[in-house]
């Protein structure tokens, strides 16, 4: 079983349309967890951090179910501008130290 | 600040040469990786290091070799260059546990 796992996509949707991408990961140990945006051939960008509690930022909402080993990420009335690949990332301390695990990303195309 | 700094942004290989990819970050930060990311897949992480002096073996470690001998440095040497190692390799640093990974812009080999 992979550590982090995501449904690759295509998502194509609408602009306007919420959408939600969801991850799970095999790590119970695992301690933190964040959402990072790639744009084509570009370096990862953290996007936001996810927590138990769940939070905000805007369009997006990030929730953690520990329980479940499970995260998703919501988007809200999404933008031309919003398509990107979405990476779920997990960060597991190891007896080495932490180590953060990448998700294959999930690809979002917003269109007219 | 400059954040993450990766030389050279691209390169051609033949077989069997060998190079090294230079790293550096700024921002004092004890944790760096180093990942590969192949077309139209997710990040795997190669070697990581959690401080000068310390480094330690990722997902795909083969055929690669790093050092930390100071904290801003993490230069990733291949050896005998193959195919199979074509792909964008990214550096990245962070704080200990929890914390958000700064990306640099990544090096883009071709073996050929």
């Not at chain 1, 995501?6 to 119970?28: L, R």
């Not at chain 1, 990072?36 to 805007?58: F, H, I, W």
């Not at chain 1, 933008?79 to 999930?106: E, P, Q, R, W």
């Not at chain 2, 897949?41 to 000068?52: E, F, T």
């Amino acid at each position: 079983r992979k550590e982090v796992e995501q449904d690759p996509g295509p998502f194509n949707v609408p602009e306007g349309a919420t959408v939600a991408f969801n991850c799970t990961y095999s790590n119970s140990a695992s301690q933190s967890f964040f959402w990072y945006r790639q744009d084509c051939r570009k370096e990862p960008k953290l996007l936001m951090s996810v927590y138990s509690s769940g939070n905000e930022d805007g369009r997006f909402t990030a929730q953690l179910n520990r329980a479940s080993q499970y995260i998703s990420l919501l988007i809200r009335d999404s933008k031309l501008s919003d398509s990107a690949t979405y990476l779920c990332v997990v960060n597991s301390f190891t007896g080495g130290g932490n180590k953060l695990t990448f998700g294959t990303g999930t690809q979002l195309k917003v269109e007219l | 600040n400059a954040g993450v700094t990766q030389t050279p942004k691209f390169r051609i290989l033949k077989i069997g040469q060998s190079m090294t990819l230079q790293c550096t970050q700024d921002m004092n930060h004890n944790y760096m990786y180093w990942y590969r990311q192949d077309p139209g897949m997710g990040l795997k992480l190669i070697y990581y290091s959690v401080g000068a002096g310390i480094t330690d073996k990722g997902e795909v470690p083969n055929g690669y070799n790093v050092s930390r001998s100071t904290t801003e440095d993490f230069p990733l040497r291949l050896e005998l260059a193959a195919p199979s190692q074509t792909s964008v390799y990214f550096c990245a640093s962070s704080y200990p546990r929890n914390t958000e990974a700064f990306f640099g812009q990544g090096t883009r080999l071709t073996v050929v």
